[in-house]
T-cell receptor, first 112, second 113 residues
Framework: AQKITQTQPGMFVQEKEAVTLDCTYDTSDPSYGLFWYKQPSSGEMIFLIYQGSYDQQNATEGRYSLNFQKARKSANLVISASQLGDSAMYFCAMREGQDMRFGAGTRLTVKP | DVKVTQSSRYLVKRTGEKVFLECVQDMDHENMFWYRQDPGLGLRLIYFSYDVKMKEKGDIPEGYSVSREKKERFSLILESASTNQTSMYLC????????????FGEGSRLTVL
């Protein structure tokens, strides 16, 4: 069964607007971590943000925030004030124990 | 500057050939991973290693094996390459701990003819 689900293959957003990228996960482990990575067309993988399962507050890193809803098992990425350089693939990932698994990704396109 | 280095950026092999993909990290990380990335499927975990000589199967280990004889090096082996193994292969490493993010290599694009 898929452990990480990203239901939006592609998203469009207007420059300067906010956008939410969805991620749901499945685990029975009480201790886990959730990560978001960005992959621009150059192919490099860039770590964006981390949320631990025991963290009470939603994680934030600059324009990125993670909307963590534990009971719903969702960890959506919110990008505020989108920029053209935000156009990329975005991957949600979950750490259980020592391993790390990824979703299928969402391709975000920022329109000028 | 932290670094994960994959030995080959591009490889072209023939069906049935044995293929070695090498990955070296200089961060003294305990955990190392091999993923393959295909459009629409994201990154799928092939194998990971949490210590020297230790390995665990991921979601798609069939047709692959791995070797970790030294802490800094994690090799992916395709014993008999097939066309459906044409893909981008990504190596990554991380330190033990809850918050440790993955550090990725640049990827190896393998084409099997």
């Amino acid at each position: 069964a898929q452990k990480i689900t990203q239901t939006q293959p592609g998203m469009f957003v207007q420059e300067k607007e906010a956008v939410t990228l969805d991620c749901t996960y499945d685990t029975s482990d009480p201790s886990y971590g959730l990560f978001w990575y960005k992959q621009p067309s150059s192919g490099e993988m860039i770590f964006l943000i981390y949320q631990g399962s025991y963290d009470q507050q939603n994680a934030t890193e600059g324009r990125y925030s993670l909307n963590f809803q534990k009971a719903r098992k969702s960890a959506n990425l919110v990008i505020s004030a989108s920029q053209l350089g935000d156009s990329a693939m975005y991957f949600c990932a979950m750490r259980e124990g020592q391993d790390m698994r990824f979703g299928a990704g969402t391709r975000l396109t920022v329109k000028p | 500057d932290v670094k994960v280095t994959q030995s080959s950026r591009y490889l072209v092999k023939r069906t049935g050939e044995k293929v070695f993909l090498e990955c070296v990290q200089d961060m003294d990380h305990e955990n190392m991973f091999w993923y393959r990335q295909d459009p629409g499927l994201g990154l799928r975990l092939i194998y990971f290693s949490y210590d020297v000589k230790m390995k665990e199967k991921g979601d798609i280990p069939e047709g692959y094996s791995v070797s970790r004889e030294k802490k800094e090096r994690f090799s992916l082996i395709l014993e008999s390459a097939s066309t459906n193994q044409t893909s981008m292969y990504l190596c990554a490493s991380r330190t033990i701990g809850a918050t440790g993010e993955l550090f990725f290599g640049e990827g190896s694009r393998l084409t099997v003819l």
